[in-house]
């Protein structure tokens, strides 16, 4: 009987289950790692995006010093001239003038100062080195391509005093209304606030672009070089943000 007893095995019973606390904690811990990876992910594409955004804006660089796009910029500019009318130059010209310095600068140095006052030192620091860094690219393209005016058709308004390739108007728009958005959009409530935020500065850029066009002080392929290269800067600065 005792050798029986011996070689009985007992049934295995399942582990005693883990405290609360340590399934709460590892739960916990799973969705912060997967949050981070999201995180480090969108950042990743977010670079990309720029980089090809301002490689978009260096190849229509190399295209324009041959002059391929001349004629095409020409013909553009002189199918506008049937549409233009006083009421219309009016919204131009006061588009214009809101990407220009005498608006932007103001602007900016608010967006600055509200960041700071918020005490959002960092933001602030951010979206001052974006544009200052953004607006020192576009002189140094300036220089470089050294893309004389159009005088395709009669300009509205005067301006266009610099080289032309790629408009400041059109490339500083993205960066002072786009990372001003950027920097507001945590404060948004909703995400149809945010939606409707971005679509603002989306919209404005590209109004302010067309305006440059309409005017008669750029050609497209000014402002459409100067939308990638704006756009590109700030999204790659903001991708790098987000993975520090």
């Not at 009985?8 to 997967?34: H, I, K, V």
């Not at 229509?60 to 001239?81: I, S």
């Not at 602030?124 to 391509?145: H, R």
């Amino acid at each position: 009987m005792a050798p029986f007893l011996l070689t009985m095995t007992l049934p295995e019973l399942p582990p005693p289950p883990d405290p609360l606390f340590l399934r709460l904690y590892r739960r916990l811990a799973g969705l912060l790692r997967s949050r981070w990876a999201a995180l480090g992910l969108l950042a990743g594409i977010t670079v990309v995006v720029g980089a090809v955004l301002l490689a978009g804006f260096a190849w229509m660089a190399l295209v324009v010093r041959t002059g391929a796009f001349d004629e095409r910029d020409r013909d553009l500019m002189l199918a506008l001239v049937p549409w233009r009318t006083p009421a219309r130059t009016a919204v131009m010209l006061a588009l214009s003038w809101v990407g220009s310095g005498a608006f932007e600068i103001p602007f900016g140095l608010l967006v600055f100062a509200a960041c700071r006052r918020a005490g959002r030192h960092r933001a602030a620091a951010f979206y001052g080195l974006v544009v200052l860094s953004g607006w020192a690219l576009n002189l140094l393209s300036k220089e470089i391509i050294a893309r004389a005016r159009p005088h395709v058709i009669p300009r509205l308004g005067g301006g266009g005093g610099w080289y032309s390739f790629p408009s400041g108007h059109a490339m500083l728009a993205p960066l002072v209304f786009g990372l001003a958005a950027a920097v507001v959009a945590p404060y948004c409530r909703t995400r149809l606030a945010r939606a409707a935020l971005y679509a603002t500065a989306v919209a404005l850029s590209l109004a302010i672009a067309f305006s440059r066009v309409y005017l008669g002080v750029h050609y497209p392929s000014d402002v459409a070089g100067a939308l990638l290269a704006g756009t590109g800067w700030a999204v790659l600065w903001l991708g790098a943000a987000r993975s520090d």
